[in-house]
């Protein structure tokens, strides 16, 4: 035991860098695919048919197909000649994942802002709003309210989706546990792995439960402070309930 | 070959397709089965154990719930594949994919349980029923029918994480379009073809899925 922990300290700076990039990829992915979800999410609600009909296009080629073959398609085919993006691989990585998770997210915030009632909107109408003030106002407020749980689940999705992008050379958090398991038994090498996984998913999720509960105050709707650190993760799948 | 500069060539589509279909075949579609069966069933267990076990017993596996899923399915196939050096790969990854996913199934059935009307459980008492058969003549059936809609997303989205199992080995087919592309220097066509397999096979599961969906809802109502 005490040669895993010698181990341990000697490779902690290199495994303390595999976490920094783990949080990037989860990070700059978590940012792409917040901007891919809300921008396709309100496009595929346009009346407009080729607006909706490109949103779908995009939003189901990126459900439809693997994460994988996503990551391996930017990685592999973006540097030859009728593209030439020779993308640093850190980059391909936050591409593949913000475009597949934002697929994902798409159909949450277009789902959550059709669950908004419809008095909400009528609302608007009566006070003559304008389109965009009507959406920015009154409706995105409380989808967002709404999208809050499962985007969390989402956000989770995406940091367990990071740990593949060693695969196209990326040193990540699960490359230096590779590395570790050389050096200690496989049980401490990736039994500390899964635990550090897991406190940044906690952490994640403690954070967007805050998220969530500040979202309901500002629509004048209950929920203590303390139930976001007591509060469990909220299980769902990625977009359960939703086909397509 | 001559046209190697170009973007598209269909004589390597042609070469690469048959290989990289196969591979779908074999080991995509049978891994995605039979580790849906595993989490299924598992799924299930997991479910009634929370709600029938003592306190610290459930206690304890919802702890590990929460723990297999918040962590990364990658991790717990590397953790796996060196410790049970003598399964076969395939076999150890779909076990393991099948307990990854029954995590979230798990809370499916426990939505689906919970959906269950109170009076459901007032007649079984009434009519004095076992515990045994309350559960498997009143109340799994109907928590069942429920919940298939959301656990035949779980199989699509499971069917998509099939190619996670290459990081032990396992040849499936992305992993197969990879190697292809490798082999060759060419690997536009082969990642394009095997994500189109994807993009037909999933938007077929999900047309199944919605008619599947269809069809309780006329049932239950």
């Known amino acids: ?244 | 070959m001559n046209d190697d500069n170009s973007f598209w060539s269909w004589e390597h589509a042609a070469a690469a397709f048959p290989e990289i279909l196969e591979k779908f075949l074999t080991v995509t579609l049978v891994v995605t089965i039979i580790g849906s069966i595993i989490a299924a069933v598992l799924g299930l267990a997991i479910a009634l154990g929370r709600r029938t076990a003592p306190r610290p017993v459930s206690a304890l596996i919802t702890l590990v719930m929460n723990f297999i899923r918040m962590t990364p399915l990658v991790v717990q196939l590397l953790f796996a594949y060196y410790v049970f050096t003598t399964v076969p790969p395939i076999v150890l990854g779909t076990i393991i994919i099948g307990i990854h996913y029954a995590t979230y199934m798990a809370e499916v059935y426990r939505a689906g349980i919970d959906a269950v009307p109170p009076g459901q459980w007032e007649a079984t008492t009434a009519l004095s029923m076992s515990p045994g058969r309350t559960w498997t003549a009143v109340i799994i059936p109907q928590a069942l029918r429920s919940t298939l809609p959301a656990l035949a997303n779980y199989v699509i989205s499971m069917f998509k994480d099939t190619p996670f199992l290459m990081v032990i080995t396992v040849v499936e087919m992305v992993r197969q379009a990879q190697l292809y592309g490798s082999k060759n220097f060419r690997f536009v066509e082969a990642v394009i073809i095997a994500g189109l397999i994807y993009l037909v096979a999933s938007y077929l599961s999900s047309l199944l899925a919605r008619r599947l969906e269809k069809r309780l809802e006329y049932t239950t109502a």
């Not at chain 1, 495994?15 to 940012?31: E, F, H, K, S, W």
């Not at chain 1, 009909?53 to 994988?68: K, N």
């Not at chain 1, 994640?204 to 469990?232: P, S, V």
């Open chain 1, 1 to 244: 035991m005490n040669e895993n922990f010698d181990a341990l300290w000697r490779a902690l700076p290199q495994l303390v860098d595999g976490v920094i990039i783990t949080l990037q990829l989860t990070a700059g992915g978590a940012l792409l695919a917040i901007v891919v979800a809300i921008t396709f999410g309100l496009l595929a609600r346009f009346e407009n048919i080729i607006l909706r009909g490109f949103a779908r296009i995009v939003i189901e080629l990126f459900r439809g197909t693997s994460l994988l073959v996503q990551l391996f398609f930017f990685f592999f085919v973006l540097p030859l000649p009728p593209f030439n993006l020779e993308l640093p691989a850190v980059f391909t990585g936050i591409l593949a994942l913000g475009l597949n998770y934002g697929a994902y997210g798409a159909e949450v915030v277009r789902g959550s802002i059709g669950a908004v009632p419809a008095g909400q909107w009528e609302a608007t109408t009566a006070l003559s709003m304008s389109r965009t003030q009507r959406m920015w106002r009154v409706i995105f407020p409380q989808a967002w309210a709404l999208m809050l749980p499962s985007l969390n689940n989402l956000l989770i999705q995406l940091l367990k989706g990071t740990a593949v992008v060693y695969l196209i050379t990326i040193v990540d958090l699960t490359a230096e546990l590779n590395r570790l398991r050389v050096q200690t038994d496989v049980y401490f090498a990736y039994g500390l792995g899964l635990l550090i996984y897991f406190a940044i998913a906690y952490l994640l999720t403690l954070g967007m439960n805050a998220l969530e509960t500040r979202a309901k105050h500002r629509l004048g709707q209950g929920g203590k402070w303390r139930d976001t650190i007591t509060t469990a993760p909220i299980p769902d799948a990625k977009g359960a309930g939703q086909f397509g």
